[in-house]
Nanobody, 125 residues
Framework: VQLQAYGGGLVQAGGSLRLSCTTS????????IGWCRQAPGKDREFVAA????????HYSDTVKGRFTISRDNAKSTVYLLMNSLKPEDTADYYC???????????????????WGQGTLVTVSS
């Protein structure tokens, strides 16, 4: 499974961005797709995930209510709409996939099997 994240950029605090993650290989509709981020000097952290075969969503407490994850199975693409951005949201954002991750692991970045390259999001104050 190959993944490619894009859509990052520079935005002012309070603004919005939409990230996209396109995939190839595997059976997309069965994949759980997660977004994680890593700021300089910090560990990679979970942001949001969407399950395959039903599309239930999960968010970290720091982004819940501001970010929305969605998927388009016809396009093998997952989106992360980020509203009300804050300077502390600045990070490299990565998408990851796993066809069989269990629910209790979904917020653990190291449990995802496949990773794409990151896209940088910079939020200015």
């Amino acid at each position: 499974v190959q993944l490619q994240a894009y859509g990052g950029g520079l935005v002012q605090a309070g603004g919005s961005l939409r990230l996209s993650c396109t995939t190839s290989g595997g059976t997309f509709r069965r994949q759980t797709i997660g977004w994680c981020r890593q700021a300089p000097g910090k560990d990679r952290e979970f942001v949001a995930a969407i399950r395959g075969n039903g599309g239930t969503t999960h968010y970290s407490d720091t982004v819940k209510g501001r970010f929305t994850i969605s998927r388009d199975n016809a396009k093998s693409t997952v989106y992360l709409l980020m509203n009300s951005l804050k300077p502390e949201d600045t990070a490299d954002y990565y998408c990851a996939a796993d066809p069989s991750i269990i629910l209790s692991w979904i917020r653990m970045p190291h449990q995802y099997e496949y990773w794409g390259q990151g896209t940088l999001v910079t939020v200015s104050s």
